[in-house]
């Protein structure tokens, strides 16, 4: 384990940080970096135990920052340290990673020169069963939405070559969020992964974490959230407008060409503003204005002819009244809401 580190942020541990240590080194591991953030002075005697080994350099948090800065912490001091370091290997310091499966993790880094994910088997009857539903919903987003395969997303068991971790140091998140994040800019950077199945342990169900499920499900799933927010209020927009010019033409054109004039008009006003939000708040993209533009538009025309023409078609299927053609194009939408998510995240708003 030569020119491989470990990196293990702790916040309030006890006697099981040590027992990750002494696993680490009796596996070969020479290079061991603790990250303590932020600990009370109660739970200080595990670092001080650790920090006897001459193989162990702790670092300290004065105040607790969130785990994603306890890791860019460590990167940072990593990378200036001028040391030969083949990759980092990030553990969590519950012992719930076993020695073997952190050198797993190492050796096969070191040997495809790919991230490799330590991932844990989540049908099993020992896992509790917030934390499976946590694991799969967060897997299925990140499938659907990101395209992203991983069938651990929450696992702290990540080995990652020294070449990306001044790339790590950049990505955004403090806390929980940044793990998730982590994998959004593997996506992002087009780096490869791998994943390496870990034996799955959970004591006491988890009990130590110090995951708050609300407030860091929030961040974690942020820029998810803030697609829905923003696509929540342009869709307000688009169907009160619509909606008016639906019941305001009724009996005066014929379908095709009422159901034109209202949904054109109603989505210029409503991509304008969804523009706004999804290129600032959302995606927040650094890509030239005039691009984005026109990518954004080409989208919009496509996703709006799109709408029309099944809005149209469904609506002559059931032959429908204008109550009716407004709840198909709410069904129509959203099909198209999924679609159109991938589409900006990977092209308009890369």
């Known amino acids: 384990m030569e020119g491989v580190t470990i990196v293990l942020p702790s916040l309030d541990p006890d006697e099981k940080l040590n027992m990750v240590v002494q696993g680490l080194l009796a596996e070969g591991f020479h290079d ?4 303590n953030d932020g600990s009370d002075a109660d739970h200080l005697a595990p670092f001080e135990e650790a920090a006897k080994h001459p193989e162990v350099t702790v670092l300290t948090h004065e105040v607790n920052k969130g785990k994603g800065r306890a890791l860019k912490t460590a990167f940072s001091y990593i990378l200036e340290r001028g ?13 719930q990673h076993k020695a073997k499966d952190i050198k ?7 040997l495809t020169g790919d991230v490799v994910f ?37 696992t702290g068991l990540r080995a990652i070559p020294f070449r990306h971790l001044e790339m790590m140091t950049k990505v955004r998140g403090e806390r929980f ?14 780096i490869a992964f791998q994943e390496e199945v870990i034996e799955t342990v959970y004591i006491e169900e988890n009990k130590s974490t110090h995951f708050h499920v609300v407030r860091d499900s929030v961040r974690i799933y942020g820029i998810i959230l803030a697609f829905v927010v923003s696509s929540g209020i342009s869709c307000i927009v688009d169907y009160l407008i619509f909606t008016a010019l639906v019941f305001l033409l009724e009996g005066r054109l014929t379908r ?6 209202a949904v054109f008009p109603a989505r210029a006003v409503s991509s304008a503003l969804n523009y706004t939000l999804n290129r600032k708040a959302v995606f927040r993209s650094d890509a030239p204005m005039k691009q984005t533009l026109i990518r954004y538009y080409t989208l919009c025309v496509l996703q709006t002819s799109a ?30 809401f999924l679609i159109s998510f991938r589409i900006q995240q990977r092209w308009v708003f890369r």
């Not at 061991?32 to 990250?35: N, S, Y």
Request: hydrophobic share 45%; with cysteine; charged share 25%.
């Open 32 to 35: 061991i970096v603790i990250v």
């Open 83 to 95: 040391k030969t370091c083949l990759g980092v290997v990030t553990v969590d310091g519950d012992n």
């Open 104 to 110: 797993a993790c190492a050796e096969k880094m070191v």
């Open 118 to 154: 330590g991932c844990r088997n989540f049908d099993l009857p020992n896992v509790p069963k917030h934390n499976r539903m946590g694991n799969k919903i967060t897997s299925i987003v990140l499938r659907l939405f990101c395209g992203i395969k991983l069938s651990d997303t929450q």
């Open 177 to 190: 969020e940044y793990e998730t994040e982590m994998i959004l800019a593997l996506k992002r950077e087009r």
């Open 256 to 261: 095709w060409s009422k159901l034109l004039l």
């Open 307 to 336: 709408s029309y023409g099944l809005v149209f078609l469904l609506s002559t299927i059931c032959d429908a009244g204008s109550a009716l053609e407004v709840w198909l194009k709410v069904i129509v939408d959203i099909f198209l």
